[in-house]
């Protein structure tokens, strides 16, 4: 209880002294001094840093907003009129000053010079994180190095080039690189020098591709030079980091044991958001992939699932006769990352203590497509914030595709490292083909539909793996800024194939009839069986919300698609809400959201 104690003390010395009363700056006191002159209060200062609020809190769940997820509401961002500067957020800089007072301070000589860089590089990584998430979502910010005062003339500033920011950035990440001591936490839950190789290879690959892309900035020249320090910094995990890609339990299981584990899986995962439920802290991913209210109701869009290959390493939408595939027959002798994403074939969850089958739920899932790549297979942990399984931040794969896609973006990927990265996660997913030497041919479905501007096949299958390997893990929405392809936001949301009205299907093989769709009157009930009304609604009070198949009386299901969205270029930032605006009119608004 006495360590408790002190701990508490000294989070709350370092808290005070980066509260937001900024003119009550502290003196030199006996506090700072215990917060700043030992190692042991640098190392409790520092772990404050991972309850910042800019770090994202519940991975599982941050894809709501995607081009390959549909929801229970369509997005205000992309709905015309329907988002402005009045309901923006995210123009918060309290984390900022916390970080930089402890760059500030922590200068203390009776503290050993590598251990003071040691934690001057976990508070560098934590501002670089800090920075790359406003840029994101901002665009241009101010560069601020410094806890200000309220009397600060920086604080009525206008804001920094992106160029200038973002090699203050890169500075960060090469001090956190060189300087951080750790190379190892059996835990999985600290910065060590690796978890800061990853994000700069994640920031770097970012940076390098939306200069490529977004060619309107005036920096396109300079985006190779970030894509090499993406690949150097990928490169340095791969070669001395000492992970690899988790194949515990085989080709159909390993891959999805990464997400539902307690423990972090230490040979892929670098670090991890880790639940202890003595302590009462658990995650809600049952609760919000599995319930009817709480969550989004979120499932992939049939567009996407179509992206997965099938086993032997050919495109799934070579067949002509794709289109048409039910839902039981479409999902078989594909990529097994498939099967451990979504439910389908003999996915069973426990119920009472019983194992039993669990095809998709009609009830939650609008396309037919529902995800358990997050969620616990005991049905008594959906109604609450109660799962226990580790969160992955920073897992291998993730580099391996940074490593690739800016390889290829540089068009300097070789066979070798095609089949070291991408052939290497398409091996755990059971995939036999095509695993040795990069692509030669363009899949014209990928072009078609998600990237008409690309013509190399390697880029595009890159991306391919990295949508199906990253799904749901909060990467899609960069993904899509970064490439400039934030118009497939406006994708049609739309499901499985359904060949007719009030035919009962049964979705997962095992002789139960689960679902059957119908207009008008429903068909007398059938135990067991999901009836859903796909009714047109158009031009009733009941339009909103309407679930529909395409061919009216048949084919894919389809929903909310008679809302209207919209992704223009000023949907590539966020406004700057209007409170901020006004309180300093030099920021200027970020261009279309005036």
Known sequence: MKRKHIILILIACISFAACEKLDQQPQSTPSKEIVFGTE????????????????????????????????????????????????????????LRQINYFIENCNNPAVPVAVRKNYLGIARYFRAYFYMEKVKRFGDVPWINKALNADD??????????????????????????????????????????????LKSRICLFEGTFRKYHTNLGLTATAERWLNESVSAADQIMKNGGFSLNTTGGPGASYRQVFTSSAP????????????????????ANWWWTSGTYGAKASFIRTFINTYLKIDGTPFTNDPAYRTTLFKDEVKNRDLRLKQTIRMGDYKRLRNGQLVPAPPVFSYTFTGY????????????????????????FRYAEVLLNFAEAKAELGTLTNAEWAATIGALRARAGITGGLATKPTVVDQYLVNNYFPGITDPTILEIRRERGIELSL???RFSDLLRWKRGQLMEQEWNGFYVPSLNTSMDLNEDGILDVAFYQGT????????????????????????S????????GELIWMNEIPRKWDERNYYYPIPLADLQRNPNLKQNQGWQ
């Open 370 to 393: 529902q995800p358990i790549k997050w969620t616990l297979d005991d049905e008594s942990l959906d109604a609450g914030a109660l799962n226990t399984n580790a969160v992955s931040l």
């Open 40 to 95: 042991s209060g640098l190392k409790i200062a520092t772990n404050a840093f991972y309850s910042l609020d800019f770090l994202p809190k519940n991975s599982t769940s941050q894809d709501a907003m995607s081009d390959y997820l549909a929801v229970k509401a369509v997005p205000d961002f992309i709905r015309p009129g329907a988002f402005g500067a009045n309901n923006s957020s995210g123009w918060v800089w309290r984390d």
């Open 547 to 554: 679930q529909l198949l395409k061919n009216g009386t048949s």
């Open 265 to 284: 899986n230490s040979q892929e995962v670098l670090q991890a958001s880790v639940a202890d439920a003595s302590l009462g802290i658990l995650n809600e």
């Open 153 to 198: 003339p920086s604080l009525t500033a206008g804001r920094d080039s992106r160029a200038m920011v973002m090699d203050s950035v890169l500075a960060d990440l090469d001090y956190a690189c060189a300087n951080i001591q750790a190379t190892n936490d059996p835990s999985r839950t600290t910065v060590t020098k690796w978890v800061a190789y990853a």
């Open 473 to 475: 893990e909060g990467f």
């Open 522 to 545: 429903q068909p007398a009930a059938v135990a067991g069986v999901t009836y859903v009304n796909v009714s047109p609604r158009i031009g009733t009070a009941n339009a909103v919300n």
